[in-house]
């Protein structure tokens, strides 16, 4: 899914992105360029090498194939163990699909991390809502 599990109004307004009206751009704020360089790489390297790229305050609905990634606590620390996850992460324990991971939505906010199915692509993403801290990685498909 693509908001904050607690906060039911951002998925209300994240659905709406998809089924309603598009979110109005908002100009860039002191906010949003503190939150890309502290909590958003925009280029990464697990430590198994492989490489990511990062976009900030996006989201995508849908696609999910686990939450967290098989993290034993639950609760994701930062984007970079989201992608560390999502680069060894090879399929749902007990479950069908047994793809890896191709692209990741961390929230920031309560620390949960999406991996996303082989099917999504980099025109499923849409803004995410003004502040909440939503991030998408896609990892580089030709190493996959
Ligand atoms: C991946 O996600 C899409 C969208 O939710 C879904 O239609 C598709 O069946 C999924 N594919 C697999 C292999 O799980």
Redo the contacts with the bound molecule.
Sequence with gaps: MCFLSKERLVALICASAVFATPLKSEPISTHTLESRQENCPTDYTSQNGLRFTGYCDKCIV????FENGNAVDGKIMSMEDCMERCSRFSGEVGA??S?GCFAIVYALGDGNCWI?????GTSDMIDAPQDSKMHVAFPDRTQL
């Design positions: 849908g696609y999910d194939v069908t699909y793809g996303k199915n082989n099917t999504v």
